[in-house]
């Protein structure tokens, strides 16, 4: 991985495109329709011009974007909107509707800007949402970015929901409810506890975190009435990661905990399953979340909302989380560039 050097050029943030029916691309635009945000990044955005034009006449814009047309990364200009074209093709816009081709093109665009981040020639990469039925292939059979970015990057991650309220991590992603329980193993919750512990040293700057752990059953399985899981596997791994320096609590009933307030004591949540953090999340942020996956090597951010099938083309798609996704992977970019500085080897 390339090291920045931030005195010598601005940095590159990489956007895919995602579904090119959905709000991907009146979100990207209306972000930069603020010349502000090319002060914090330069955008490469890996799509087509054509369909961002489509998209540009269809959005009241505060005022126009200059977009730059480039083969590669490295010919990114600053204060534009650079645009690598995917295909030479016809591209069919169908607003509002799943195509074949709108998958395709996610496809490539997630593994062109994947290729980019490995040679360094973008910096950050923030996505814009897919739909993951379209998306799927002989050569993409994931769940969604999260799984593809780990098995991309050869690495385990940890899917985390951020607003200025919460920091939720989530055990198992994308997984039907009837397959928790068993997936709730000791090494995978000791992974995720570990790693949502380092990202929040290392990415969110925060010097001793304090970790609370939800748990599986209703009221923590109400000393085995209910349930013993809580007992049995979730205790046992806190308990572990306590004897290891890591601050973390619980199994706490979600109900109760969310219900109290009790997370505002606490730097990260982490949720066994994915309705059991997100559903909390987006009550109290829909409109400006962001999805950061933890433990990759390279920063990568998302809106924390779906394709908006129902509003696009409309103009009533809010850019709010898409902008504060470009707000996190910059800022995340500089705080591990400085947790790395302070924690060098000084024999070295």
Same mark, same amino acid.
Do not use: W
């Given at each position: 991985?390339?090291?920045?050097?931030?005195?010598?050029?601005?940095?590159?943030?990489?956007?895919?495109?995602?579904?090119?029916?959905?709000?991907?691309?009146?979100?990207?635009?209306?972000?930069?329709?603020?010349?502000?945000?090319?002060?914090?990044?330069?955008?490469?955005?890996?799509?087509?011009?054509?369909?961002?034009?489509?998209?540009?006449?269809?959005?009241?814009?505060h005022q126009d974007i200059p977009f730059n047309n480039i083969r590669v990364a490295n010919e990114a200009a600053p204060k534009k909107l650079n645009i690598i074209n995917l295909t030479n093709d016809e591209v069919k816009i169908e607003v509002g509707r799943?195509?074949?081709?709108?998958?395709?093109?996610?496809?490539?665009?997630?593994?062109?800007?994947?290729?980019?981040?490995?040679?360094?020639?973008?910096?950050?990469?923030?996505?814009?949402?897919?739909n993951k039925k379209n998306i799927q292939s002989d050569n993409f059979d994931f769940p969604g970015h999260t799984e593809y970015l780990s098995h991309q990057f050869g690495c385990s991650s940890l899917m985390m929901m951020v607003c200025d309220k919460i920091r939720i991590g989530i055990v198992t992603n994308h997984l039907a409810l009837q397959d928790v329980p068993s997936a709730i193993t000791h090494n995978l919750?000791?992974?995720?506890?570990?790693?949502?512990?380092?990202?929040?040293?290392?990415?969110?700057?925060?010097?001793?975190?304090?970790?609370? +752990? !939800? &748990? *599986?059953?209703?009221?923590? /399985?109400?000393?085995g009435v209910i349930g013993d899981a809580d007992i049995k596997v979730v205790?046992?791994?806190?308990?572990?990661?306590?004897?290891?320096?890591?601050?973390?609590?619980?199994?706490?009933?979600?109900?109760?905990?969310?219900?109290?307030?009790?997370?505002?004591?606490?730097?990260? +949540? !982490? &949720? *066994?399953?994915?309705?059991? /953090?997100?559903?909390?999340?987006?009550?109290?942020?829909?409109?400006?979340?962001?999805?950061?996956?933890?433990?990759?090597?390279?920063?990568?951010t998302s809106p924390a909302h779906g394709t908006g099938y129902d509003i696009?083309?409309?103009d009533k798609a809010s850019e709010q989380s898409f902008r504060s996704s470009v707000y996190l992977a910059c800022n995340i970019l500089r705080n591990r560039h400085e947790y790395d500085e302070l924690t060098v080897d000084p024999l070295k």
């Open positions: 991985m390339e090291k920045i050097n931030e005195k010598k050029r601005m940095l590159r943030l990489g956007i895919t495109h995602g579904d090119l029916n959905g709000v991907g691309y009146e979100v990207i635009l209306k972000t930069f329709s603020d010349s502000r945000m090319f002060d914090m990044c330069t955008p490469v955005l890996y799509g087509s011009s054509k369909v961002a034009s489509y998209h540009k006449k269809l959005t009241n814009l799943s195509t074949e081709q709108a998958g395709l093109l996610s496809r490539m665009a997630l593994d062109r800007a994947c290729e980019d981040l490995k040679n360094g020639t973008i910096d950050m990469l923030v996505t814009a949402p897919i919750l000791y992974d995720k506890i570990v790693l949502m512990n380092e990202s929040l040293k290392r990415d969110f700057g925060i010097s001793i975190p304090r970790i609370a +752990v !939800l &748990a *599986l059953d209703p009221h923590a /399985g109400d000393n205790k046992p791994v806190i308990e572990e990661a306590q004897s290891k320096g890591v601050l973390a609590y619980g199994p706490y009933p979600s109900d109760g905990f969310f219900g109290s307030s009790e997370f505002n004591k606490f730097d990260g +949540v !982490l &949720a *066994l399953y994915h309705d059991q /953090g997100l559903i909390p999340f987006k009550l109290m942020s829909f409109t400006e979340g962001v999805n950061y996956t933890a433990g990759l090597p390279y920063v990568r696009a083309g409309k």
